[in-house]
Structures are given as structure tokens and as C-alpha cells.
């Protein structure tokens, strides 16, 4: 079983619909990222969390630590969201070391 | 701010050349890393650095070695290229733990082919 597990894998909208990708983690962390990664390869960083909620424009990232869980919302979805987004967990803290999930494919149809 | 620049963007190998990775950034972040993707995997950490002068192994170094002489560049050198070191590798930066407020910067790739 791997230490980040993401759900869906794969995912299919329609333009506008609410998104919501989510990130199961195993291990003690002090922080949690998601990722962004573009069909032309390129990766952005979204959020950083270790505790709460996040929103930067239509997208919002939120973090339970109790239940080692994290869900990444996507509001009004459009075809520009279409990309894979990473999870990705910092072990502990004072340590650079993070373990990556293996993304899920976001496809928004217009 | 140019952020993370990579070089070069693609690159084809044969079995047994050696090359290396260029990675520059201009944001004096403190922590740089060199990772690979492959298919279906997430990414693996090849090698870190907290500093200038000070460098680290990460989960699949066996094939790389690194060097950081100055903050901006940590060059990746593959001594022997290998079919198994086909993959994208992928430079990123941050601040320290701290001050970290917005996440990693990433290059955008060197797609490598070992043939």
C-alpha cells in the first residue's frame, strides 16, 4: 500500500461542475502539497498545508490531520483546469523529505 | 525572477555516455531537489541540498551524483546513462521549512531517453 493514495485516478467533468480530488496519507507530516501538472509537463505548486483551509480563486484545499486527509475542490470547472494534480507530504518536521501521490488525471469537457 | 531553469528540455542518450543536467534559480531559495517521474509513478527524490556546500542522497540516487558550489545552481550528472535512467527529471526549490509560505518552485523538465 503506498504511503499517499489519491482518489480518483482518473476523473471526467463538464464544464462547471464542482470537482473535489482527494489525498489519503499514512505517515506523520507537518506539511501537505497539491500540485499541478500541465499536459505540456510543467508543475506548479497550488497549495501548502498543515492545518485548515486554503482558496486562491476558484480552487480551495482543506486538511484533516486527525483523519490523515486531504480533499482539493475545484469550483466552476473549465476546460483550463484539465491537468493532473499531485499530492505530496513533508515527513515530519525539520525534514525535506516528501513522499509524492501518483497524481489523478482531470479532464473538463467543454 | 526567471524561478527554476532547466536544461536542456529533451535530450537522447546512448547506453554508457555521460551528461549533465543544468538547474539555475534566482529566487535564493536555500533547498533545492532533483527528481525523476516515470509513467504511473509519483515522483522519486534523487538527490537534495540544503545549502551551498551541502548535498544529500534521496530514495534513488544509484547512477546520479550532484554538486552545489554556489545556492543558485545544482547541477545532476548521469556518469554512465543507463535504458532504466529514461525519465523526466524535474528541478525544484523552496525557502526554509519557516519561511516557506508558497510551496515549491519547479523547472519544467528534461525529458531524458537512454537508447
Known amino acids: 500500500k503506498n504511503e499517499v493514495e489519491q482518489s480518483p485516478q482518473n476523473l471526467t467533468a463538464q464544464e462547471g461542475e464542482f470537482i473535489t480530488i482527494n489525498c489519503s496519507y499514512s505517515?506523520?507530516?507537518?506539511?501537505l502539497h497539491w500540485l499541478q501538472q500541465h499536459p505540456g509537463g510543467g508543475i506548479v505548486s497550488l497549495f501548502m498545508?498543515?492545518?485548515g483551509k486554503k482558496k486562491h480563486g476558484r480552487l480551495i484545499a482543506t486538511i484533516n490531520i486527525q483523519e490523515k486527509h486531504s480533499s482539493l475542490h475545484i469550483t466552476a470547472s473549465h476546460p483550463r483546469d484539465s491537468a493532473v494534480y499531485i499530492c505530496?507530504?513533508?515527513?515530519?518536521?525539520?525534514?525535506?523529505?516528501?513522499?509524492f501521490g501518483t497524481g489523478t488525471r482531470l479532464k473538463v469537457l467543454a | 525572477n526567471a524561478g527554476v531553469t532547466q536544461t536542456p528540455k529533451f535530450r537522447i542518450l546512448k547506453i554508457g555516455q555521460s551528461m549533465t543536467l543544468q538547474c539555475t534559480q534566482d529566487?535564493?531559495?536555500?533547498?533545492m531537489y532533483w527528481y525523476r517521474q516515470d509513467p504511473g509513478m509519483g515522483l522519486k527524490l534523487i538527490y537534495y541540498?540544503?545549502?551551498?556546500?551541502?548535498?544529500d542522497k534521496g530514495e534513488v540516487p544509484n547512477g546520479y551524483n550532484v554538486s552545489r558550489s554556489t545556492t543558485e545552481d545544482f547541477p545532476l550528472r548521469l556518469e554512465l546513462a543507463a535504458p532504466s535512467q529514461t525519465s523526466v527529471y524535474f528541478c525544484?526549490?523552496?525557502?526554509?521549512?519557516?519561511?516557506?509560505?508558497?510551496?515549491?518552485?519547479f523547472g519544467s523538465g528534461t525529458r531524458l531517453t537512454v537508447v
Open positions: 541540498s540544503v545549502g551551498a556546500g551541502i548535498t
Open positions: 525544484a526549490s523552496h525557502l526554509p521549512q519557516g519561511r516557506q509560505k508558497d510551496g515549491y518552485t
Open positions: 505517515v506523520g507530516i507537518s506539511a
Open positions: 498545508l498543515s492545518s
Open positions: 529566487m535564493n531559495h536555500n533547498y
Open positions: 505530496a507530504v513533508r515527513l515530519g518536521s525539520g525534514t525535506y523529505k516528501y513522499i
